[in-house]
Nanobody, 115 residues
């Protein structure tokens, strides 16, 4: 099992920045995937950005050029730097860890972009 602890959400004005963090603990080994997903009210959960332990990244088209995902393998921590935030980025953001049959989710952190 892998446990995830997220932090860094909050309220920010349009155009502002936030940095989310997610620390993983437990059975972490080999090449694995960590990612950020988000779910807005009335919408399905969607992938925002993902990164493997060997550095391969992918982003949703809506956040390319604004968000950057990174990870510190020594700390088993993934980060999401969010710049130029828009009201449509408002959602609950969830961290995910996946390897083989292990698929763990964090509890979610609220990000609200509003003036």
């Amino acid at each position: 099992q892998v446990q995830l602890v997220e932090s860094g959400g909050g309220l920010v004005q349009p155009g502002g920045s936030l940095r989310l963090s997610c620390a993983a603990s437990g059975s972490i080994f080999g090449i694995n995937f960590m990612g950020w997903y988000r779910q807005a009210p009335g919408k399905e959960r969607e992938l925002v950005a993902g990164i493997t332990s060997n550095g391969i990244t992918n982003y949703a088209d809506s956040v390319k050029g604004r968000f950057t995902i990174s990870r510190d393998n020594a700390k088993n921590t993934v980060y999401l730097q969010m710049n130029s935030l828009k009201p449509e980025d408002t959602a609950v953001y969830y961290c995910r860890f996946k390897i083989l049959k292990i698929d763990s989710w964090g509890q979610g952190t609220q990000v609200t972009v509003s003036s």
